[in-house]
């Protein structure tokens, strides 16, 4: 098997769960790791960092693989395809989240054009919008309301209005002829996304071991620096961690304490280095740094994960705002560009 090219008939046990946790981004893989022994996380892990795309035969085999394993769970009182679909939608992107449903699909009796609630709008904008009015309209009545919604306001405002119209009108159909719309779109949907999806695996592992306690991130990168410590150093490199913030100007610096609770930074500070905790000093007010200083000496023994769970809020503040354009990271001693 070639290098972050996972084989499709040869997948191992933990190359299959690497492949899923990939999958299914990084909230869901934080809370899976939190439940797994370290040999696991150990060798999960490594394949999700030499990982750099998944084809869609691969990806296909290993949700076959889960569903048939989910399935066979007989005793549990709940209807796996619900949970399921509860959990894809609220991690996966709408591509993955397509691809996995379209294996759900396959294996339970379907709801007529239940596969577009999970794809973007646009895709499902460019597979009707050369039907009739009336069609465009009777699918949309499946959807639900947001996602209709959605669609609707792509259309060209003659079109939107003939459909919103038309929506009005319908009353009932023969169910051989939503049978038949709902073949033909299927068939057209199939053709969407069916190339290889892109990963990279470092940039991802990096970022779901941003989000892992300080324990698990350790386990998992002391393991592969033994294996591989370039990989390891390369890892390290696309992560931010709390000491990075030391790098940020003060303006930046000043707008992330804009956006933290006091008692959050208090927290965060108890492990901190001296520079870190000067860094943060100099960046507040004399009156706000003699009370953060006051409030740091009467506060009472805490847990090591609180302070871990502190540092990584202060690093999703910092990374929010980055998203919304309100600052710039720089880690490590990567150049800056003025």
Do not use: C, W
């Amino acid at each position: 098997m070639a290098p972050g090219k996972p084989n499709s008939e040869k997948l191992s046990g933990p190359q299959k769960a690497a492949i899923f946790l990939l999958t299914m981004g990084e909230e869901y893989t934080m809370k899976f790791f939190k439940g797994l022994e370290e040999s696991s996380i150990k060798k999960i892990g490594k394949y999700m960092s030499e990982i750099n795309y998944i084809s869609a035969e691969a990806s296909k085999k290993v949700m076959d693989d889960f569903l048939q394993n989910f399935d066979s769970s007989a005793n549990l009182v709940l209807s796996g395809e619900d949970f399921l679909k509860q959990v894809v939608s609220k991690t996966l992107d709408k591509d993955a989240a397509r691809e996995v449903f379209q294996v759900i699909g396959s294996k339970s009796k379907t709801v007529p054009f239940s596969d577009l609630a999970y794809i973007s709008s646009e895709n499902l904008v460019s597979i009707i919008q050369g039907e009739h009015p009336q069609t465009v309209a009777l699918v949309l009545s499946y959807l639900p309301s947001e996602k209709a919604a959605e669609v609707i306001a792509l259309f060209p405002e003659e079109f939107m209005t003939d459909i919103t119209f038309r929506l009005l009108q319908i009353g009932q159909v023969d169910q051989e002829i939503i049978s038949e719309l709902d073949e033909i779109i299927r068939r057209d949907l199939s053709k969407i996304g069916t190339a290889t999806r892109k990963f990279d695996g470092i940039e991802k592992l990096a970022d779901i071991l941003n989000e892992v306690d300080g324990k698990t991130e350790e386990i998992v990168l002391s393991h592969i620096e033994n294996e591989d410590s370039e990989l390891a150093a390369m890892i390290r490199q696309k992560m931010f961690v709390f000491e990075d913030l030391l790098q940020l100007d003060s303006k930046n610096f000043r707008d992330i304490l804009q956006n933290v609770d006091n008692q959050m930074l208090i927290k965060a500070l108890r492990t901190a280095t001296e520079e870190m905790k000067e860094k943060i000093f100099s960046n507040l007010s004399e009156r706000a740094a003699e009370m953060l200083r006051e409030d740091m000496e009467v506060m009472g023994p805490i847990k090591l994960s609180e302070v871990e769970e502190a540092q990584q809020e202060l690093i999703k503040t910092a990374k929010r705002l980055e998203a919304e354009g309100r600052i710039v990271l720089t880690k490590g001693k990567e150049d800056v560009f003025v």
